[in-house]
């Protein structure tokens, strides 16, 4: 029997193929969908729907959708696609969406992200919880969906989205930059030639763009420094301005620069803010609790109101629809924008990296460094037998002020600061560590992991 509790996470659908999600959890998943937005007074008559390169998706978003019209809903079927070009099309078209997607995950694994009209996100909170409890007793009471009520039409997205993406950052003007993309045989694949390719000034050297969902060159997830060796070797051996890496579902992007040095995703996020400001001036810009203090630093340096927020998107999401931000940016390279329903997009990201490059003369280390402060020490997992009697002790041991929005900050006279989050679904404590000097943040990362894992 199948246990939905272990794939229905808190913000989305993931599990490996077919034992755990296969087409009878799809289809029970798809009149789960329509039935809950329905009892919650949400539009639910159509919905579109994408999926990855990866083999199982076709199958999967075609039994959701079997599902999805046995309960009367029409489906929009927008085929091959990047999560955020599913956002696009739920933004674009004021429909709920499901993009049919296990991202970063090994190729055994699939799952689902589902989004309200407008790209609204469909978190524990706000629908996943019914969904999965309403799909359960479905697929226990072996209850199969009937004949289709709903049509079925087949859209394509792609070129509309790269053009709309075109519209929020204006690249023709730019001086010609050579970048290096690797997608992981990811989306990007798919999406980079239509976003950055006809009519710019960009030379585009591909790595990896054949779309594979058994990841044959590396995993697509750059959050590991070992699946950018190959991007940053090639930035060297090319002598291109930068390099851009994508996820697999190609919704996170990660920079390196033309030493292939890789850029941090607060400095991504510090950058793209002091853009936004200038076209928004005084607006308010989201970042989460771990991305570096010189976001909060530099925003407030441009006159903008930087918001401090709990990890995870659907808290970000959540921030900028309550506080009208324009812009909010995480440690794992999520970006989000208001011109984009508030929703993520790392290709919009890429875009604003590329026009600020472009827009002056300085190579891109020398840029970012006006925007590197402070030497963190990345996120660090660790097997603990008692996550909260853990943090406790920790507590105990360093004895300086502590907030906690989300785990434990540990606050130091000397401007550092830690970060201590139990993981969800594992044993885990995840530590992030930031001090003014990387001998300070070495050695208090090493005193902070003593405690952790003795």
């Known amino acids: 029997m199948i246990d939905l509790s272990r794939i229905v996470k808190a913000y989305d659908v993931r599990g490996t193929v077919p034992d755990q999600l296969n087409e009878p959890v799809a289809e029970a998943l798809g009149r789960a969908f329509v039935l809950t937005l329905r009892d919650r007074g949400e539009f639910a008559e ?13 199958a999967l978003a075609g039994a959701f959708a079997a599902g999805a019209r046995a309960e009367g809903a029409d489906i929009v079927e927008a085929g091959l696609g990047s999560t955020d070009l599913l956002y696009y099309a739920s933004g674009a078209l004021d429909l709920p969406g499901a993009m ?62 790269a053009a709309h993406l075109r519209t ?15 997608a992981g045989n990811g989306m990007g694949g798919y999406t980079v030639p239509a976003v950055l390719g006809e009519g710019l000034p960009l030379t585009i050297i591909p790595l990896y763009f054949e779309l594979d969902g058994s990841f044959p060159n590396h995993e697509a997830n750059p959050l590991e420094p070992a699946n950018l060796v ?64 010189v976001v909060p630093e530099i925003i407030t340096e441009h006159g ?21 931000a324009v812009f909010g940016g995480e440690h794992s390279a999520h970006y989000y924008f208001r011109d984009f329903w508030g929703a993520d997009t790392g290709m919009l990201a890429a875009m604003h990296t590329l026009a600020m490059l472009g827009g002056q003369a300085a190579p891109l280390s020398a840029l970012a460094k006006d925007y590197e402060r402070y030497a963190a020490s990345g996120e660090i997992n660790s097997t603990v037998a008692d996550q909260t009697a853990k943090m406790a002790e920790i507590e ?43 001998e300070r943040m070495a050695a208090l990362r090493d005193e902070m992991l003593g405690v952790i894992r003795r």
């Not at 159509?46 to 076709?58: K, L, N, Q």
């Open 100 to 161: 049919f997607t296990a991202s970063h995950n090994p190729a055994q694994y699939n799952g689902i992200k589902l989004c309200k009209q407008g790209a609204k996100p469909v978190g524990q909170d706000t629908g996943l919880a019914d969904i999965r409890s309403r799909a359960q007793a479905l697929l226990d009471a072996g209850d199969r969906a009937g004949e289709p009520k709903g049509g079925i039409e087949q859209r394509g997205m792609l070129t509309a989205y």
């Open 230 to 293: 190959d991007l940053q070797a090639k930035v060297r051996e090319t002598g291109a301005d930068l390099g851009l890496a994508f996820d697999g579902d190609a919704d996170r992007c990660f920079v390196v620069d033309e030493r292939g040095e890789a850029v941090a995703p607060s400095t991504i996020t510090a950058m793209v803010a002091v853009r936004e400001l200038a076209k928004v001036p005084g607006a308010t810009i989201i970042h989460n609790l771990i991305t570096s203090r």
């Open 46 to 58: 159509r919905i579109v729907t994408a999926h990855d390169m990866r083999e199982s998706g076709p």
């Open 304 to 324: 903008g109101v930087p918001v401090r927020t709990r990890v995870g998107h659907s808290f970000i999401k959540g921030e900028m629809a309550r506080t009208g």
């Open 396 to 438: 105990a041991v360093f004895a300086v002020p502590v907030d906690r929005l989300d785990g434990i900050t540990l606050d130091f006279p000397d401007g550092s600061w830690a970060n201590v989050r139990p993981s969800n679904t594992e044993p885990l404590l995840r530590l992030n560590v930031e001090a003014p000097t990387a």
């Open 168 to 182: 929020l950052v204006d690249l023709t003007g730019i001086r010609p930059l050579t970048v290096v993309v690797d």
